[in-house]
Nanobody, 126 residues
Framework: QVQLVESGGGLVQAGGSLRLSCVAS????????MGWFRQAPGKEREFVAA????????PYADSVKGRFTISRDNAKNTVYLQMNSLKPEDTAVYYC???????????????????WGQGTQVTVSS
């Protein structure tokens, strides 16, 4: 049974930082790409960042480029999202997900992912 568990969310002031973690279990994830998405109230789930199996490919949404960094530790089956210079518009529930599709085209769409975590709330106050 595949399970993804996010942690690290919380309330932070604008300009602050948070580090999200996502621990995967149930199968080997070291060969598969993983991603972070977010969903704000009344909005669709949107892509934030993805990382291929080795960590060598890491596409980002334009809105977070230069502020967020995705990384992974395959030995720990964990993917991270370091979020710096947070803005109120970053407020959302953040989800991690795993895709078992190939990386011929970077997996930027939610439909490319087969398993999702329960999400962790990030709130940035102005």
């Amino acid at each position: 049974q595949v399970q993804l568990v996010e942690s690290g969310g919380g309330l932070v002031q604008a300009g602050g930082s948070l580090r999200l973690s996502c621990v995967a279990s149930g199968r080997t994830f070291s060969n598969h790409a993983m991603g972070w998405f977010r969903q704000a109230p009344g909005k669709e789930r949107e892509f934030v960042a993805a990382i291929n199996w080795s960590g060598g490919n890491t596409p980002y949404a334009d809105s977070v480029k230069g502020r967020f960094t995705i990384s992974r530790d395959n030995a720990k089956n964990t993917v991270y999202l370091q979020m710096n210079s947070l803005k109120p518009e970053d407020t959302a529930v953040y989800y991690c997900a795993v895709t078992f599709t190939t990386w011929l085209v970077p997996p930027l769409q939610p439909t490319r992912y087969g398993y999702w975590g329960q999400g962790t709330q990030v709130t940035v106050s102005s």
